[in-house]
């Protein structure tokens, strides 16, 4: 049996053409069905439906074989025991600072004044800051991000920014780009010794279809 977790959502949507790409078909809508394991056309092949935070934690423990997440999970979580094989190209996002439209960014990082930071991003926070000389204060938040400055629990947000619509819905702007955000394919790397064959299958059907 092979066992791939994946995050409901957008990394669900953009990975069905790389698993039918694969010959795999998931049988059951996530959105629509409350099971947690989906089954495939594949009798070998079955689909874990898991919190995105919680995939790496998943493949490294053995639940999943694979998995499917972003690199800000991964630089949150951390890889160990982690096989990376590839950069799935999907999910793009890219993960920046934003503050009010009203703040004074530049003179705030300027002045050396403690910057009050909201994020579910710390470890990627703190080292973006550090890098730059910045003190800051992060306050670790699990999602809405968008609402903490404006009611003042922080200055400014770190979160994932794709069209910018939400930022622009809630009067915020992007002051810096941290980096650029996609998904990858992650393996158990026992697994990838028990189960060779049909994992390295899998492997090289996705990195077929993404053009690799
Ligand atoms: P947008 O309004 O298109 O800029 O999207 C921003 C919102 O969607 C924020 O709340 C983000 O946390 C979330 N978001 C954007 N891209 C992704 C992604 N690739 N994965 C997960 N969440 C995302």
Redesign the pocket.
């Known amino acids: 049996m092979i066992t791939l977790a994946l995050s409901k959502?957008?990394?669900f949507e953009e990975t069905l053409p790389l698993l039918h790409a694969a010959g795999i078909e998931v049988l059951e809508d996530p959105e629509k069905s409350r099971k947690l394991i989906l089954t495939t056309n594949q009798p070998d092949v079955r689909v874990l439906v898991v919190r995105?935070t919680d995939v790496p934690t998943y493949v490294q423990y053995g639940g999943a074989d694979l998995g499917i997440t972003?690199k800000d999970t991964l630089l949150e979580h951390g890889s160990e025991g982690l096989y990376l094989p590839l950069d799935l190209q999907i999910?793009?996002?890219r993960i920046s600072v934003a503050v009010r439209a009203d703040f004074d960014y530049a003179s705030a990082v300027k002045q050396g004044s403690r910057l009050r930071v909201a994020t579910k991003y710390v470890a990627i926070s703190r080292e973006f800051f550090a890098s730059k000389g910045v003190h800051v204060d992060l306050i670790k938040l699990y999602g809405s991000?968008?609402l903490a400055p404006l009611v003042g629990l922080s200055d400014a947000i770190v979160?994932?920014?794709?069209?910018?619509?939400?930022?622009k819905a809630n009067h915020l702007v992007e002051v810096e780009h941290i980096m650029d955000?996609s998904s990858r394919l992650v393996v158990n790397q026992a697994a990838l010794k028990l189960k060779q064959a049909p994992i390295r299958r899998i492997i090289d059907a996705f990195a077929a279809a993404i053009g690799h």
């Open positions: 959502g957008r990394i995105a972003g999910a793009k996002c991000m968008e979160d994932l920014v794709s069209t910018g619509n939400t930022l955000i």
